[in-house]
């Protein structure tokens, strides 16, 4: 039985506009244990599917199931599954951390849980947090209690929707540590959408990818990266590309990255750099990372054509 299926899920909002489809005919299954990842750009559909598994927006078409629980006609049970873990900071102003874990345990129906907040507090790095006020936390250690308060009822399926976004780096580490240790120890299936594809490349044994409310791609994170076979010329600069080599580039910020398909054609890149009098620093070469191929996927990446083909 697959810890979440979605079957032939589809979406339409009415507006004043007229109908938008943010969702077309999407079908994955993901298998318990697993740490998958779902990915896509802005407007791609990634929330409205999470808001559909969550029983928070209904689907059009199609069906979604929790451990073969219809998150419509049988919630109560499919919710009890599910940690969600939103976007938005949301949060109650009048109540400290430890009473805000207890009033979430008690509404999954969880006595004596605190044995599982003190672990909870003390694996998010919130034991020193536990008697503030949530209005006194920072975004940061609000996020944190977000994480914890999703992950207090111990559900078997934990949703992350953009869990690291805008926070630090040592939340970003001290809560990838805690999931990981939840998906290896306890069995725990993990569903993340995330910005940051570092993240995804490293934590997720396999991936979705939508765009504009379509699958595109459906693999493990292995068989993703290894589907361009061309490298990758990488390397830094301060002074702007020449528009024959800027028309190939991806470009951000100082870092430049250009294909490199064999050695005579890493060398014909540099030598046109020498001709517009451009040095580059930090040279490398290097196969493509899951930011090359997702861009190749869902966007326009003219350095890893052959990730589309």
């Known amino acids: 039985m697959p810890a979440v299926s979605f079957q032939n899920v589809s979406k339409t909002y009415t507006t004043a506009r007229g109908a938008f489809q943010a969702l077309r005919s999407v079908s994955f299954d993901i298998e318990p244990g697993e740490f998958f990842g779902l990915l896509?750009?802005?407007?791609?559909?990634?929330?409205?599917?999470?808001?559909?598994l969550a029983g928070l927006s209904r689907a059009t078409e199609g069906r979604v199931t929790v451990l073969g629980h219809d998150v419509q006609s049988d919630?109560?049970?499919?919710?009890?599954?599910?940690?969600?873990?939103?976007?938005e900071l949301v949060f109650d102003p009048f109540f400290n951390v430890r009473e805000a874990l207890r009033i979430q345990s008690g509404y999954f129906g969880v006595r004596h849980n605190d044995d599982w907040i003190d672990e909870l507090l003390a694996g998010l790095g919130l034991?020193?947090?536990a008697n503030a006020n949530m209005r006194q936390l920072?975004?940061?250690m609000k996020r944190r209690v977000l994480i914890a308060q999703a992950l207090v009822h111990k559900p078997p399926v934990i949703v992350l929707d953009e869990p690291t976004a805008g926070v630090d780096v040592e939340l970003r580490q001290t809560l990838w540590q805690f999931v990981s240790g939840l998906n290896k120890r306890l069995g725990s299936t993990v569903l993340l959408t995330t910005h940051y594809l570092e993240e995804a490349e490293a934590l997720c044994t396999?991936?979705?990818?939508?765009?504009?409310?379509?699958?595109?791609a459906l693999e493990s994170t292995s068989s993703l990266l290894a589907r361009s076979s061309s490298?990758?010329?990488?390397f830094k600069t301060d002074t702007a590309l020449p528009a024959d080599l800027a028309a190939l580039a991806r470009v951000t910020g100082r870092v430049v990255q250009l294909p490199a398909d064999d050695a005579l054609a890493v060398e014909r890149t540099l030598a046109r750099l020498r001709e517009a009098g451009l040095t580059p620093q930090d040279i490398e070469i290097r196969k493509p990372d899951l930011e090359d191929v997702f861009l190749a996927l869902t966007g326009s990446n003219p350095a890893v054509q052959e990730v589309a083909a």
């Open 231 to 234: 490298q990758v010329l990488r």
């Open 75 to 87: 919630y109560a049970a499919a919710r009890r599954q599910l940690g969600v873990v939103p976007q």
């Open 138 to 140: 920072s975004g940061g």
């Open 127 to 129: 034991a020193d947090k």
């Open 206 to 216: 396999r991936i979705a990818m939508l765009k504009q409310g379509e699958v595109v």
């Open 40 to 52: 896509g750009p802005n407007g791609a559909g990634k929330t409205t599917l999470i808001s559909i």
